[in-house]
T-cell receptor
Framework: GAVVSQHPSWVICKSGTSVKIECRSL??????MFWYRQFPKQSLMLMAT?????????EQGVEKDKFLINHASLTLSTLTVTSAHPEDSSFYIC????????????FGPGTRLTVL | DQQVKQNSPSLSVQEGRISILNCDYT??????FLWYKKYPAEGPTFLIS?????DKNEDGRFTVFLNKSAKHLSLHIVPSQPGDSAVYFC??????????????FGQGTILTVHP
């Protein structure tokens, strides 16, 4: 299968700082990338859909000014958590679609964010 | 509002036996369903999918059944192997228009296959 990486794999930051998480498709160009958030023992919740060269589409209830998404190229999308607070602590995971096919959606390993 | 539910947090099965993982959904717009397997510190990996126009899809040891009237799907693994031990997520999507690719996940079921 195709490989999607995330960096960093874990990060600890102080409240009020901003944190950037990268999602890269290593061996394919992704038409679309998605960002999910997972709380402990809960399901992955879709936050936003990211298409290269256009603005991200956010799901209802997700603050776009809080979670900035930039999709600079067909292999890179970034999620920036601005002015992070302890309630933003979570597991953030991205996925990338190699083609317009559900079976061609590949997930990254996730980033654990802890805000102190 | 949990639109996709996996009511069993965990399942324990003996090697060689059948594992049955269940999933229920509430949104009638969902027309494509997928199962993912997840190991710790890794992202979910795609296992098998089914479109709403079918009621069964088979791939090797894995079979997914869809009961649209009951809004229920299940994943059967036969025979179960210790390497199948992982968290299994059910996911659903309404494939039309701008929703294509967007997945709604269940909470996951931890499968443990004992040797």
């Amino acid at each position: 299968g195709a490989v999607v990486s995330q960096h960093p794999s874990w990060v600890i930051c102080k409240s009020g700082t901003s944190v950037k998480i990268e999602c890269r498709s290593l061996d394919f160009q992704a038409t679309t990338m998605f960002w999910y958030r997972q709380f402990p023992k809960q399901s992955l919740m879709l936050m936003a859909t990211s298409n290269e060269g256009s603005k991200a589409t956010y799901e209802q209830g997700v603050e776009k000014d809080k979670f900035l998404i930039n999709h600079a190229s067909l292999t890179l999308s970034t999620l920036t958590v601005t002015s992070a607070h302890p309630e933003d602590s979570s597991f953030y995971i991205c996925s990338a679609m190699r083609q317009v096919s559900y079976n061609e959606q590949f997930f990254g390993p996730g980033t654990r964010l802890t805000v102190l | 509002d949990q639109q996709v539910k996996q009511n069993s947090p965990s399942l324990s099965v003996q090697e060689g036996r059948i594992s049955i993982l269940n999933c229920d959904y509430t949104n009638s717009m969902f027309d494509y369903f997928l199962w993912y397997k997840k190991y710790p510190a890794e992202g979910p990996t795609f296992l098998i999918s089914i479109s709403s126009i079918k009621d069964k899809n088979e791939d090797g040891r894995f079979t997914v059944f869809l009961n649209k009237s009951a809004k229920h799907l299940s994943l059967h693994i036969v025979p179960s192997q210790p390497g199948d031990s992982a968290v299994y997520f059910c996911a659903a999507s309404a494939s039309g228009g701008t929703s294509y690719g967007k997945l709604t996940f269940g909470q996951g079921t931890i499968l443990t296959v004992h040797p």
